[in-house]
């Protein structure tokens, strides 16, 4: 259905409104935005209409019931005969999936009761099918929208998160990694002691070499000479 057929199936009903200028009520076609008009005016006039059951209002029972649509589609094509020793008041009927068996509400949905403009065969079975998916849909009209949301927020919260993790190791690092260790006063300077004593002997050994290379130098000369 596209936006412009809605709008004027909208436009069938008439929605009472107001008040004007004047401070009275007055009657306009429907809108998008307005409920599904009320087949009874008070709960009165319902229950006097069927029985003396109230027809409940059916925006939430997808989200109410146990099993949510399949109980819908169950309830609506489930009317069978009652079984035997079970009797059913007047004006009630039996239909197993409705919480103990008699309900007050007549099979509303019969095979070829309406027509699919695309040619759909019009079962019972499919007619309940699709009331439920719309109960479904009238429960939480947003769902898809917030599905997507959630997905999104997912999304940036994980971008968001890792980051923060990253950052904070980062500037965790030189805290985390690095080692204290405790040194007595006096191991300190037999340590001092030992490099002082390694490094002269060094020394000594550079100079020594030194020495010996001059040596040799020298005795290449004075071979040259004599
Ligand atoms: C396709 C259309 C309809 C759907 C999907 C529908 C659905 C339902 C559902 C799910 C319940 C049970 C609620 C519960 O579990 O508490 C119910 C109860 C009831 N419905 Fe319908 N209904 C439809 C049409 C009608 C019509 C046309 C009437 C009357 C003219 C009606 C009258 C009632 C009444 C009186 C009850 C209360 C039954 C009781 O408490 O014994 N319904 N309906």
Not at 23 to 38: A, E, I, N, Q, V
Not at 83 to 92: L, S
Not at 216 to 222: D, E, F, G, L, Y
Request: charged fraction near 25%; charge should be neutral; hydrophobic fraction near 40%.
């Amino acid at each position: 259905m596209t936006e412009e057929e809605a709008k004027a199936e909208a436009a069938e009903s008439t929605y009472e409104d107001g008040p004007d200028e004047e401070g009275k009520m007055f009657t306009r076609p429907g809108k998008l935005s307005d409920y599904l008009p009320k087949p009874y005016k008070n709960e009165e006039a319902a229950r006097h209409a069927n029985n003396g059951a109230y027809p409940p209002d059916l925006t939430y029972i997808t989200l109410a019931r146990n099993d949510k649509e399949d109980y819908i589609f169950a309830l609506l094509t489930g009317y069978c005969d009652p079984p035997a020793g079970v009797t059913i008041g007047e004006g009630q009927h039996f239909n197993p999936y409705f919480i103990g068996g008699a309900i007050g509400m007549a099979k509303a949905l019969y095979n070829e009761a309406i027509e699919y403009t695309d040619g759909t065969p019009a079962t019972a079975s499919q007619m309940a099918k699709d009331v439920a998916v719309f109960l479904t849909w009238a429960g939480q009209p947003e769902h898809d929208e917030r599905k997507r949301l959630f997905l999104r927020v997912l999304f940036y919260s994980t971008v968001t998160g890792l980051a923060a993790w990253v950052w904070k190791r980062n500037v965790w690092a030189s805290l985390k990694t690095r080692t204290v260790t405790y040194v007595p006063k006096k191991k300190q300077e037999m340590m001092m002691l030992d490099v002082l004593f390694v490094s002269k002997n060094l020394m000594a050994g550079m100079l020594m070499i030194i020495h010996l290379k001059n040596m040799r130098n020298i005795q290449k000369i004075v071979n040259l000479y004599v």
